[in-house]
């Protein structure tokens, strides 16, 4: 069975003359992308040569020069979970978004929902959350946004698959 793969960066258009190509980043984790580097991507595997984030550029190995490396603009880079928890640090209390989805929403002792996916929008993360059958049985709406923020969220459990929240329900009710 092929490993879940997670889109994390696209590559634009070339830029100088040695086979320098943008870099649009689509991940929280810069880190990850270092010289040695190889992830998959919808060209095959691709290996980093040089990177510099802050100018946003990135260049491939075999692709050094402006002629090669033009096939590679509009590429798809992708990480699998287990490259993903070995190449990025998180800090205490955060999370990749892989091991949120899926958990249970629970408020007091009341599941709320099942988080199906996160947006962000602006700064903010939002927990898309599908409703319990229960709640929308009782009238509620069948799925809701919730901002992923100290005021909403008490706890997330990973290993558990729940996250604990405060005031969520509010929200659903004036969804």
Known sequence: MPQERFFIAQIGRTVGL?????????TDFPEQFKIGA??????????????????????????????????LTNTKLYA????TKENCNLNEGE???FEVIGCTV????EV??????????????YLSIKTDDVLVEAGLTKNFLLPYIDR?????????KIVYTKDAKDILEAS
């Open 18 to 26: 040695w086979g320098d190509l943008k870099f649009h980043l689509h």
């Open 38 to 71: 190889t992830f998959q991507s919808s060209r095959g595997e691709l290996t980093i040569s040089d990177v510099n984030i802050k100018r946003g550029t990135v260049r491939f190995s075999g692709y050094e020069d402006i002629d090669s490396a033009k096939k």
């Open 80 to 83: 699998t979970k287990e490259q």
């Open 95 to 97: 999370h990749f978004w």
């Open 106 to 109: 629970k408020q007091d002792d």
């Open 112 to 125: 709320l929902g099942i988080i199906e996916d996160i947006q962000r929008m602006a700064d903010t993360d």
């Open 152 to 160: 909403y969220i008490i706890k997330t459990d990973t290993e558990e």
